[in-house]
């Protein structure tokens, strides 16, 4: 990744962590999914992930520390931390394997789906009764996007969200979520050979345009709606997700 980078490269991811940022800042959630689908069109899949990890890990990483209840939601939800460790070294071949074509339609792919469900779709209720299954199959589902696309979000977030958890408990759920999916991405790429150590000293530098976009987003969230911000987010998100989807038909 170190040796693709160029100034406007560079100039280019660092708006993308900082819009992510604001994103996330105002809406709680988005940074990985937004930084994926805009680097996703500029360079590959694995390229976009690589630079993402050491952004994703720290900003999630805040997420899960700054939540009340990180040791019982850990013993609750630890069977599905499992599964998404385990779906993503399973997936992440497609990412790591040069087939930009695959990788991108995959990422596409799934940034519709997450987009038009957050739009159009119903939340769904998970019966405590069927946690104890549901739990790693969720997990397992969401490690093997990951691993193939670098997003995290999809069946996770829905899930989480149907387990009916108190509005910090849903947030650091998330954070937990998301770290341990940050973490298995970056074994999973580094195992393929994907990952190096160049590459986390320049994914180091997308840190503070990040996090200062986070700051931005939570000084803008007092100002604006954070539903309609979220709404015209997802839009975008769809429409993005769209043209990465029918690139390779072109």
Do not use: C, H
């Amino acid at each position: 990744m170190a040796d693709l980078l160029t100034p406007g490269l560079i100039l280019a991811a660092a708006a993308t962590f900082l819009f992510a940022g604001l994103v996330k800042g105002v809406t709680g959630m988005g940074l990985p999914t937004f930084a994926m689908a805009v680097l996703g069109s500029l360079v590959s899949p694995a390229a976009a992930a690589a630079l993402l990890i050491v952004p994703s890990f720290v900003t999630n990483l805040w997420q899960l520390l700054a939540g009340p209840a990180f040791a019982g939601l850990a013993r609750r939800l630890w069977p599905m931390m499992a599964g998404i460790v385990a779906g993503t070294f399973a997936g992440a071949s497609l990412l790591a394997s040069g087939d930009t074509g695959a990788s991108t339609a995959a990422l596409g792919a799934t940034l519709v789906a997450y987009a038009a469900w957050s739009l159009l779709g119903r939340q769904p209720r998970a019966p405590a009764r069927l946690e104890r299954w549901a739990s790693p199959i969720v997990g397992l589902a969401t490690g093997l996007v990951t691993g193939a696309t670098g997003v995290f979000v999809v069946p996770a977030v829905p899930y989480l969200q149907a387990l009916d958890l108190e509005k910090d408990d849903l947030v650091q759920a998330l954070g937990l979520s998301f770290t341990v999916s940050t973490l298995a991405l970056a074994g999973a790429l580094a195992v393929r050979g994907a990952y190096q150590v160049g590459d986390l000293a320049v994914s180091t530098f997308a840190v503070l345009p990040a996090l200062a976009g986070m700051w931005l987003g939570q000084e803008i969230r007092r100002r604006v709606s954070p539903a309609a911000f979220r709404r015209w987010f997802l839009v975008g998100l769809l429409l993005l997700g769209a043209e990465m989807l029918l690139r390779p038909l072109f």
